[in-house]
Each structure stands twice: as structure tokens, then as C-alpha cells.
């Protein structure tokens, strides 16, 4: 991915399909790299490195940890999140639980530490 960024960039006139390619290409390999952090760490341990550094964890609704399907559905219901330019994290304003739209998809809760 890299060598083809660099033979772009030294390219005199690079096409715009060649452009197009490649960002599609590094966006889409970010978009993996995200999904695989945030489902890995998750759902193995419940948190993020962030979390752990704030003291949070995400278990179920019932307080069991929880797993990788859920921290998958939980990431997903992030990028829901972004699609709505951030309204699905209002809900944490109006519930208890400060559940946000990832939460209420995945069926998870953060918990203090």
C-alpha cells in the first residue's frame, strides 16, 4: 500500500482512477484495523487501552463479559454513530445507564471500575 502511495507521489500527473484506488484502499484498511481493535480488545478483556487508562469496561446488560459477537455488534452500532453525525450518542444524555446507540445495538453497558 505504501510503495504504491510513494509511486503516486513521484508521478508527474498520477490518473484520478489511480488516486481513487488507493485512498479507497486505505480507508477500507482502516476501517478493518478499527473494527478488528475495538472487537479484540473488547470482547477478549472488555476494554480498550483507553478504557483501562479511564477505569471504564463494557460487560452485557446482566454484567457478564461481553464476547466478541457483542463487541462486533457494539462497533458496528459506532459506525451507525458516525453515520448519524453523532446523534446516536445523545441517547447517553437520556439513559440511566448511559447506554449509547453502540450499547443499545449490542445489548452491553460501560461500568465504572
Known amino acids: 500500500m505504501w510503495l504504491t502511495i510513494a509511486v503516486l507521489g513521484f508521478r508527474r500527473d498520477p490518473d484520478l482512477l489511480d488516486v481513487t484506488l488507493v485512498s479507497l484502499g486505505v480507508l477500507l484498511l482502516a476501517v478493518a484495523f478499527h473494527v478488528a481493535y ?3 480488545l473488547v470482547g477478549g478483556c472488555g476494554q480498550t487501552v483507553g478504557k483501562m487508562l ?4 463494557v460487560v452485557r446488560r446482566d454484567g457478564a463479559p ?3 459477537g457483542r463487541a462486533l455488534l457494539r462497533c458496528v452500532g459506532g ?3 458516525i453515520l448519524t453525525l453523532g446523534l446516536g450518542r445523545l441517547t447517553v444524555l437520556f439513559t440511566r445507564e448511559r447506554r449509547g446507540l453502540s450499547d443499545l445495538v449490542a445489548g452491553t453497558r460501560p461500568v465504572s471500575l
Do not use: E, I, N
Not at 54 to 57: E, I, N
Open 54 to 57: 479511564l477505569g471504564v469496561a
Open 79 to 81: 459506525g451507525l454513530c
Open 38 to 40: 475495538h472487537t479484540v
Open 66 to 68: 461481553a464476547g466478541y
